[in-house]
């Protein structure tokens, strides 16, 4: 069974940090892109960050860009987020989100339960 | 980046009713289209991938058309479970984007 399980999430002040993990299990984990994902209180789903299969290319939303930074660990099978520079407007459940591609198309099909960050003095 | 519109925001219909949301893409992307259920407190669901195919478990209310740019998820004979928040999600091209939302709720 796919799980992904996140962790790491809290609260903190703005301008802090905070660094989410995402342990994952049942499936080959080296093998697919994986993301992050968040929503905001009462807000739609935003796209925050992607990172290929070896880790060697990642991108992010313009919003979290030099602030974030995703990277993985294939030989524990853990996908990480370091947020640095926290913003209140960063307050949201962050997501873990696995990419399954085939030769028609790719799609988010597992997703962790979320983990939550509240940003705040 | 690509842009996605959804409509409408919320829609408010009745169990056995038939409903359908669009998503407008602001460039052309062949079929890479996903359409995922969010209900509050849980983690999303993808219901369709490549804009029609049906992710396994899903039940066969729903049905999802379209290619290039224009899109829809149609949900028939509603069911009460089925009230929640709908999204489109391009795959295209990085970033992953995600239309604003639909939020149904039953009468």
């Known amino acids: 069974e796919v799980q992904l399980v996140e962790s790491g999430g809290g609260s903190v002040q703005p301008g802090g940090s905070l660094r989410l993990s995402c342990a994952a299990s049942?499936?080959?984990?080296?093998?697919?892109?994986l993301h992050w994902v968040r929503q905001a209180p009462g807000k739609g789903l935003v796209w925050v960050s992607q990172i290929n299969t070896d880790g060697s290319n990642t991108n992010y939303a313009g919003s979290v860009k030099g602030r974030f930074t995703i990277t993985r660990d294939n030989a524990e099978n853990t996908l990480y987020l370091q947020m640095n520079s926290l913003r209140a407007e960063d307050t949201a459940v962050y997501y873990c989100?696995?990419?399954?591609?085939?030769?028609?198309?790719?799609?988010?099909?597992?997703w962790g339960q979320g983990t939550l960050v509240t940003v705040s003095s | 980046d690509i842009q996605l519109t959804q409509s409408p925001s919320s829609l408010s219909a009745s169990v056995g009713d038939t409903v359908t949301i669009t998503c407008r893409a602001s460039q052309i992307m062949s079929n890479y289209l996903n359409w995922y259920q969010v209900k509050p407190g849980k983690a999303p669901k993808l219901l369709i991938h490549t804009a029609s195919s049906l992710q396994s478990g899903v039940p066969s209310r729903f049905t999802g058309s379209g290619s290039g740019t224009d899109f829809t998820l149609t949900i028939s004979s509603l069911q009460p479970e089925d009230s929640a928040t709908y999204y489109c999600q391009q795959s295209f091209s990085s970033p992953r984007t995600f239309g604003q939302g639909t939020k149904v709720e039953i009468k």
């Open positions: 049942g499936f080959t984990f080296n093998n697919y892109w």
């Open positions: 989100v696995r990419e399954f591609t085939t030769s028609s198309g790719r799609r988010f099909d597992y």
